[in-house]
């Protein structure tokens, strides 16, 4: 399937058969994530990879008190719907870890280092996509708070996110995107 399509249907996932993912498409995930663009090629990212249920419990469990915070904080009603039981489910999960040591000459720079983190997005959108063709589907997750899971996975660096990978228990609808016409204008 040619890239457009991949980047078209990738959708995210919240609902997952148990069904586990193999350590071949773990890494074949893993070898597009460092592919990435970096600052001054610092490639600032590292994996870690869950498949434990014993830790995925935990992760579990500090996703729905970040919910309930979030839900106390915000008195967003969706959030009180928002069903977090997938974490359960999900067969594998990849925490991409950031070093903010590893940022660029944005470091001296108004607003500080910060393009670490961008090398680090552009990891897990390369994850994603490189799922999609395995016909795995995936959640960018970060409803967490960094320093327990910082703590629980025992790492040094910032966990950014944590991607969720495993075989959709249904088809994942599209969310409706703005029209180009919205977003974008020429200056030529
Ligand atoms: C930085 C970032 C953080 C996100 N965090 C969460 C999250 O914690 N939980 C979740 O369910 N989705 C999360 N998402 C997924 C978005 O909700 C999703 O991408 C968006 O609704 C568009 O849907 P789509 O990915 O199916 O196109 C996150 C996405 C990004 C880029």
Known sequence: MDLLTIIKERRSCRSYLSDPVSDADIETMISAAINAPSPLDSQPWSFVVVTQNETKEKIYAEALRCRNFLLEKSGWKW??????????????????????????????????????????????????????????????????????????????????????????????????????????????
């Open 79 to 188: 959030l009180g719907k928002y069903d977090l039981e997938f974490l359960k489910s999900v067969p594998a999960m990849i925490a991409v870890v950031g070093d903010p040591k590893k940022s660029g000459a944005d470091v001296f720079m108004e607003g500080g280092p910060g393009a670490w983190r961008e090398a680090c997005a552009a990891a897990v959108q390369n994850m994603l996509l490189a799922a999609q063709t395995l016909g795995l589907s995936t959640l960018w997750f970060t409803m967490f708070d960094k320093g327990i899971i910082k703590g629980m996975l025992g790492i040094e660096a910032i966990p950014l996110a944590i991607v969720m990978v495993g075989k959709a228990a249904a088809p994942v609808a599209a969310t409706p995107r703005k029209g180009l016409g919205d977003v974008m204008r020429y200056i030529r």
